[in-house]
């Protein structure tokens, strides 16, 4: 199986922070990541999909990079909505998600 | 538009069993594949498996065999997931995700609002 590490586990910034995101696959899965945001109550929103494809209506402040084993996704400048857990998710073979990154307000 | 409505939260005892339903619409539901996402509470994302749409095929993730069970209504498109022998541990939100089964990306695009089950005496 697959296997998905992302880090930080958490991390707080301010509304304006430049922030980015880890994810590390246990193989080499090309470009198959996927990036979800979700925020408390709600299901998970599709991001960036194919490592670096923006999904249509998100905001062009989040990017991704990345193929092989490792992966970013940037938030160019924080804004308050995007205080949420951020998962990464392999489609390589089967899908296996990240344990997620909880960004909070410092 | 869009939409993957789920059925409303459950309480059961354990032992029993639940089914969860997913209804789609704004789009041909035989053109996309549903998958099944396990949340448990404060925890992160787990993939249950996914059903084929067009040919009810599902597949099973790890740990999810046995008492977990996808079916399909194409007449009313809708998925179900239920859960047999329910334990403790089954206590969590379920989501359904839809992927386009045509795009080699495999990406979840549109996810069901969850279905929160709570399994306790």
């Known amino acids: 199986d697959i296997q998905m590490t992302q880090s930080p586990s958490s991390l707080s910034a301010s509304v304006g922070d430049r922030v980015t995101i880890t994810c590390r696959a246990s193989?080499?899965?090309?470009?198959?990541l996927n990036w979800y945001q979700q925020k408390p109550g709600k299901a998970p929103k599709l991001l960036i999909y194919?490592?670096?494809s923006l999904q249509s209506g998100v905001p062009s402040r989040f990017s991704g990079s990345g193929s092989g084993t490792d992966f970013t996704l940037t938030i160019s400048s924080l804004q308050p909505e995007d205080f949420a857990t951020y998962y990464c998710?392999?489609?390589?073979?089967?899908?296996?998600f990240g344990q997620g990154t909880k960004l909070e307000i410092k | 538009q869009v939409q993957l409505v789920q059925s409303g939260s459950e309480l059961k005892k354990p032992g029993a069993s639940v089914k969860v339903s997913c209804k789609a619409s704004?789009?041909?539901?035989?053109?996309?594949?549903m998958n099944w996402v396990r949340q448990a509470p404060g925890q992160g994302l787990e993939w249950m498996g996914w059903?084929?749409?067009?040919?009810?095929?599902?597949t099973y993730a790890q740990g999810f065999t046995g008492r977990f069970v996808f079916s399909l209504d194409t007449s009313v498109s809708t998925a179900y997931l239920q859960i047999s022998s329910l334990k403790a541990e089954d206590t969590a939100v379920y989501y359904c995700?839809?992927?386009?089964?045509?795009?080699?990306?495999?990406?979840?695009?549109?996810w069901g609002q969850g279905t929160l089950v709570t399994v306790s005496s």
């Open positions: 059903i084929n749409t067009n040919t009810g095929n599902p």
């Open positions: 998710q392999q489609s390589y073979t089967l899908y296996t």
């Open positions: 194919a490592a670096s």
């Open positions: 704004g789009y041909t539901f035989t053109s996309y594949a």
């Open positions: 193989q080499s899965i090309s470009s198959y």
């Open positions: 995700a839809r992927i386009d089964e045509g795009s080699p990306t495999r990406e979840f695009d549109y």
